[in-house]
């Protein structure tokens, strides 16, 4: 049974990875932090999840570091939007900051497992300046040393944004369709959310496990249909 710690809960992937962790069997405790509360808080089990809500996110690592007993396996999922910050200079201090902030707490607290919810084609490389910040915040987590770093890089989310993207609804509904017609032509370059968040969940606890890929002992990418594969129900899920 492990105990789990989650930024991000309120966000689009995040809220479906509360819902996985407080339906799996094999989660015993769920420790969330965030800016406002979690919607799946109301019907859950109260022995099961401790929510911590500040709009001060200075008090966040403090929070994390205190946490009793101390998680074995930490999610992030938190991410922000270059218009909800001001610019993308804001987007960056906010969700790089505070990912490695949150980070680096997580591991001198003793975490073993750090789970990060990517973005495909992230590169510290990229002349994109959003994919090489997920790139960079996707090195430095890995430079912190975790015993174990499972990195989820989806293509585009489908489900539904409490956000209005326009142009990312466009791109739901042609994935929507095409899954219909047959997963072969969604899987690779879209996934839905709950699935993602499956996956997440299924990923932390193998890898907690030590049940991971060759050659992934230290850092899992996983992507693509690899998410499709491991966001499947597993039996300790309701």
Not at 133 to 143: F, P, R, S
């Amino acid at each position: 049974m492990a105990n789990v710690a989650l930024i991000g809960c309120t966000g689009m992937v995040g809220s479906h990875i509360l819902t996985s962790l407080l339906a799996h069997s094999g989660v015993s405790r769920v420790d969330t932090i965030s800016r406002r509360t979690p919607q799946s808080a109301s019907g859950a089990p109260q022995a099961k999840l401790t929510t911590f809500v500040s709009d001060n996110t200075e008090t966040w690592a403090g929070q994390l570091s205190a946490l009793t007993p101390t998680p074995e396996i930490f999610i992030s999922a938190f991410g922000t939007t270059k218009a909800n910050a001001g610019g993308f200079e804001n987007q960056y201090k906010i969700e790089h900051g505070l990912n490695i902030e949150m980070a680096r707490a997580a591991r001198d607290a003793g975490v073993k497992v750090y789970v990060l919810i990517s973005g495909a084609s992230a590169s510290k490389a990229s002349s994109i300046a959003y994919i090489r910040m997920k790139g960079e915040i996707e090195e430095d987590v890995k430079a912190l040393g975790f015993e174990r770093t499972v990195i989820v890089r989806p293509g585009l989310i489908s489900g539904t944004r409490e956000e209005s993207r326009p142009l990312e609804a466009s791109m739901r509904f042609i994935a929507g369709w095409a899954g219909k017609l047959h997963p072969s032509l969604k899987d690779g370059w879209a996934q839905d959310a709950d699935v993602i968040a499956q996956a997440a969940v299924n990923a932390g606890l193998k890898a907690l496990d030590g049940d991971v890929p060759a050659g992934s002992e230290k850092v899992w990418i996983i992507d693509g249909t690899q998410i499709i594969s491991l966001g499947k129900k597993s039996a300790g899920s309701s």
